[in-house]
């Protein structure tokens, strides 16, 4: 028997007829997939049909938190937001932290399940288990902080949390995302989405409170949470500190820290601009997610320069990439802002970065001209041409039009000799880290089910050197398939289906996360797993994303690198040398493919791995 | 006896010793002057020493309500910001509306007194009768809105109201403003005496209702109140639909709307692009004050060019004039993104506008070159230059060093030429309305105790055509003397004191405010008042303000105009051939002098009329 947040109460809200009902999580697809993650690929995979027009109103968007969202149990305000990508034609889930996941929860509902197409610009207002439908007109074309305030004063609430998207996600900007606070479902242009179905913002205000199944259990469980995490070596005190730019200096030092689009990884390192140290002068405070002790939430400052007194809620160590070395620009005070203007916005950091450093290469090797970016002087390094392309972006003017929809599309508008530059991996740009330096961190980008993601599956063993589950070389292929395996269903187990801080597992807990999500479970929901069966979960939701992805068509083919990153070896710097050969990735995959039971030929989920996972109906849909 | 608002509780905060405390409000200064304006003004005469540097620890910030703030009479939830004006050297008080005046009064204060300056950048924490001094070095640098959002993320609490300055503030300029929400107490440099202090923001949250003498009177008055609005023929329609730029076409069609830095009145007046037909394509929403049904308080959106989905507050009609037409420029969004850029750096839009307006026709009779604006070519109509230059004022930068402390100010610095072209009286900035054709305005702007103020005497019989208390003919100077003390007079007693919102005054209710607000006293505190003695709680307020500017050394020679408005008549429009010579205004100085039965050759307040007002101890001090 659930308690009362897990039972799984889902909202489903169909903006063509303006109707909303609740429905009972079932109890097998709670226990199964637990939520967040888990449960927003469940109803992508059963509801959205193959070949939906993800921009159409056959693609659904779904808000699932976890069960302990709202609870005290610490880092645990975090949800997952489902789709069709559009940017990549697959499984399209991101995750975002703040207050509006346990919010949310107060309102009474575990999941949000948005159907459907709004005739007119709309948005949600949910109020403890009454849903309105409101006219958005006014708040069209607003930017993400001014629409949640000119929200709250409208509703006459300063407590009401919204999610929202910002003129990107309104023109279906391919790299658009949704904000909430100052956060970001990010990647996957889940924004667009949203755009697509006329919606807005969605506000939340409940007054609930999550149930316990167990209060003694809970409070044990709680408290050995906590402890695990003072004893972390670096979780209070290198990372509460500094968050995650701290890992600017930690990439550039293992050589991994990209730049420039990946043409000089090694070379242009700013780390003295950029990384650890530079943060004291533009750190201004912290922000803590919902009853997160933590707080490794960075407010910053630009100090000088045109942007003097601009601030942002990070750059996040993956913007200090993509907005920061990537486009050659080592201005703090830039970079700050123009993370600022992504927020507002409501584009995708990694991803319009990853475009305008693109287009700087172009432009630097006579690809693209003045003429194509309407006369913007985009040289790496060029802070205020970053800038002003970010705007395009977002309202897919001039160059941004070319840029709106990713590197992918981009290249493929300009033509073959293009594609060589575009770092992507199945349509989604990639992320910081040079994996020519990482292999199993390679092996994800090219094999995780949302395309070139550092979270689904973030090998910290060859990052941070924690040797679990085992110790590893960076630079070797062994066990790489194996290990990315347990990465990527480990992580979904413990981080994205529950809903809980990837943080935790990356810098702390990762030997005894499974365990600890077991014990949560039980505390918080009644539900028994043994620590296997935690893992278990993850299996299930990689091969439920990977059927749905094969369902759309892809298979091994897609399972690559950019073949820069295949040819080019690294030049210089701490890992000098290094490159990840196809012969060497195609080693790899098969590690991978057959540690997972899949189809070595294909990459294909089969049969029986499938029903071992309780997934038959999958196999019946696949027809394998 | 009073109940509970209205007793008056002052708290009284010394940043110097980092100590508060609370007092009564003496009976007979709650009498005698209501609240808000005239309680500022009567701790600001009795507290601040003559000659006390606007700047210096000495002067003092006096935040003050009215007795109806807090309470559902509408249209109350207002309060004065009084101290030294560093730009004038006169009396400095500004209203601004909102939630902040509201939720200083549910916190339990009907005044707050700010003396010293704190060692490092403070700010206080004010909630339910407690009182932190903060650290707010990580504040300084902010801006106004990011402050307050910050702030209620730090403390933890939504609903907090905040008060704060931008890094204008910060900077000492004396144009910076004070900003709570998105409303300002603009003018007159109050947001440097804040940063003199180092008190970058007052965050307030209270929990306690505010009482009421006699509730039967109470909802008596408020529902006479409420009807006598329903009445008026605009304020619930064109008003609340337009808000104050419906005077844009109105002063338009006049020949007062002051263009290029009142070089070409009725000239250039784009009232297609800026007026009220335009309007509809940018309000967005509305912006109540607390408790208000009117909500004349515009959301606006830029919709096209390079500010694209920047959204204001405003812009009101005299942000029109100050950062439209005063600078040529014609363009909405640009106006709008001035705008927010104003609030966010907090200036005065109208003071910061103005010197962009004169710097422009310095730059194009070239007393400016383009190595003093740093190679911006500040001609008018350049939007984009316009933009720079604000910033540049609020962060002392550049050209913004020498426009940061207002015109007067800057023409001292550039020397004599410059002189003429510096719009302003007793060193404030003049308002829109060019009183070339509007005499008692203009006489009003010559002897208002802040400077050229439109708000302290506003003579809606030339403007609005509201013939009260007599018919006047807006080009005469026939009884302008007595015209212009009474609408001093009454705007102090029936608006500034009770902070009850001016435009109440203006549209709909002049001929029955003193009435209404006698009532109003009675119900709320009990005190009972003719219509009379509150006019002369009003005359009581221009007494006592005038009085701390003679000893300041102000007298007649300073109840002037700019050169220009009294040479140059005006060349087209409705008011064609207007201008005010030097003997018009003696004319009218000496009436008005009369009226007040002050000394026509000094203009100062004698020992009689002090003393008939209960102000005896001021003539003492005056030594008069």
């Not at 801080?501 to 505390?523: G, Q, R, V, W």
Request: proline share 4%; with cysteine.
């Amino acid at each position: 028997m659930f308690a009362g947040g897990f039972t799984g109460v889902i909202l489903r809200v169909d903006l063509t007829t303006r109707t909303s009902s609740t429905e009972p999580m079932p109890a097998d697809v709670a226990r199964d997939f637990i939520g967040g993650a888990g449960v927003g690929i469940k109803y992508l995979f059963d509801e959205v049909p193959a070949g939906a027009d993800a921009l159409g109103p056959e693609n659904k968007l779904i808000f699932s938190s976890g069960p302990f969202t709202g609870t005290t149990i610490p880092c645990a305000s975090r949800m997952a937001v489902t789709g069709k990508s559009p940017l990549t034609g697959a499984v399209g889930m991101a995750l975002t932290g703040g207050f509006f996941p346990a919010e949310l929860k107060f309102a009474g509902y575990d999941a949000l399940i948005i159907e459907g197409k709004a005739e007119k610009p709309t948005y949600l207002w949910i109020k403890d288990g009454a849903v309105q439908f409101r006219d958005a007109g006014w708040l069209w074309g607003t930017h993400t902080g001014d629409c949640q305030q000119l929200l709250k004063d409208d509703l006459k609430d300063q407590g009401i949390r919204v999610a929202c998207i910002g003129p990107a996600g309104e023109r279906q900007a391919k790299v658009a995302c949704i904000i909430n606070e100052r956060r970001a479902a990010g990647r996957k242009g889940l924004g667009a989405v949203m755009g697509s179905k006329n919606l807005k913002a969605i506000a939340v205000r409940g007054s609930s409170e999550v149930g316990i199944a167990d209060e003694a259990k809970f409070k044990a469980a709680r408290s050995s949470m906590r402890e695990e995490m003072r004893q972390s070596p670096v979780l209070y005190s290198a990372f509460a500190k500094l968050g995650t730019p701290m890992v600017v200096d930690l990439t550039g030092a293992l050589g991994i820290l990209s730049a420039k689009n990946w043409s000089e990884t090694g070379v242009f390192v700013p780390v003295e601009q950029l990384g650890a140290e530079s943060q004291k002068e533009v750190n201004i405070g912290r922000n803590p997610c919902h009853n997160c002790p933590v707080a490794c939430s960075q407010i910053k400052i630009a100090r000088t320069g045109p942007y003097e007194g601009t601030i942002a809620e990070g750059p996040e160590f993956e913007t200090y990439y993509s907005l920061g070395t990537n486009t050659g620009v080592a201005d703090q005070g830039a970079v700050i802002a123009a993370d600022r203007l992504c927020d507002e916005l409501g584009i995708d950091s990694m991803s319009a970065g990853s475009a305008v450093g693109f287009a700087m290469e172009l432009y630097e090797k006579g690809i693209l001209d003045s003429a194509a970016t309407g006369g913007i002087d985009l040289r790496f390094g060029n802070a205020e041409a970053m800038l002003e392309v970010l705007r395009l972006i977002a309202l897919r003017e001039g160059i941004g039009e070319l840029l709106a929809d990713g590197v992918k599309a981009a290249a493929e508008k300009i033509g073959d000799e293009a594609g060589y530059y575009a770092m992507h991996v199945k349509g989604l740009e990639l992320p910081a880290y040079d994996v020519r330096g990482a292999k199993a961190h390679g092996l994800n980008y090219a094999t995780s089910y949302t395309g070139a993601d550092h979270n689904r599956g973030y090998a910290f063993q060859e990052i941070f050197g924690i040797p679990v589950p085992w110790e590893v070389d960076r630079f070797s292929y062994d066990d790489k398939g194996k290990l990315c395996k347990w990465n990527q269903d480990v992580r979904s187990a413990t981080c994205d289906c529950p809903t809980m801080c990837a943080f935790l597992l990356d810098t702390s807990l990762p030997a005894t996360a499974p365990a600890n999500t077991a014990a949560l479970m039980e505390a918080v929901t009644g539900l028994v797993y043994t620590p296997e069966q935690i893992v278990d979960v993850g299996e299930r939701v990689n091969n439920l994303a990977r059927a749905f992805n094969a369902r759309e068509g892809f298979g091994r083919p897609d399972d690559t690198l950019p073949r820069r990153l295949m040819e080019e070896p690294l030049q210089e710097g701490g890992s000098k040398g290094q490159l990840i050969a196809q012969a060497d990735l195609d080693a790899m995959l098969d590690d991978y493919y057959t540690a997972r039971g899949w189809d070595v030929a294909t990459g294909k989920p089969g049969r029986a791995k499938l029903e071992s996972l309780g997934l038959g109906y999958v196999a019946d849909e696949l027809e394998v």
